[in-house]
């Protein structure tokens, strides 16, 4: 990879070098001659610190996509194209990412405050789960069972 990129071409590589988003820099003879992978490996072994921006480029070009990052959510958007009456929605978070707030300010807009209830799962509350579960399936409610893991 050195040679076929001439890495050691001072000329050649100083403007990448030195660039602010070295990682969007690459020259069309570079682009050309590597793939993807290898303008991430050549990014981390001289420019460390954009590493994270070239593993991000890298994804977006790889998966053909514009953004990695995702899209923010909106409730409305999903009741109305996403869900069905007969059909538990199921919501996956991640660390730092809990909709419940979100979902708590739009649930009593669509079933009413009083058909919204939340529950965070643990030691006991198997059996409360359960009895929430039948109301709002029974009523037309929702239910939102936090820590299922």
Not at 6 to 20: E, F, I, K, V, Y
Not at 29 to 50: H, Y
Not at 69 to 80: C, D, G, V
Request: proline content about 6%; aromatic content about 8%.
């Amino acid at each position: 990879l050195v040679r076929k990129l001439d890495l050691g071409n001072t000329a050649r590589w100083s403007h990448w070098a030195q660039s602010p988003e070295c990682e969007r820099d690459f020259s069309p003879e570079a682009i050309r001659e590597c793939t993807p992978f290898q303008r991430v490996l050549v990014s981390w072994c001289f420019r460390p610190d954009r590493l994270m921006s070239a593993l991000r480029d890298f994804a977006c070009e790889i998966m053909q996509v514009s953004t990695i990052s995702p899209r923010s959510l909106n409730f409305q958007q999903i009741y109305e194209q996403e869900t069905e009456a007969k059909v538990p929605t199921l919501l996956i978070t991640t660390a730092g990412a809990d909709p419940s707030k979100e979902l708590a300010d739009f649930a009593p807009g669509v079933v009413g405050p009083d058909r919204y209830k939340c529950l965070a799962m643990g030691g006991g509350t198997h059996d409360l789960a359960m009895s929430d579960l039948r109301k709002a399936s029974e009523t037309g409610g929702w239910l939102c069972l936090q820590n299922l893991h």
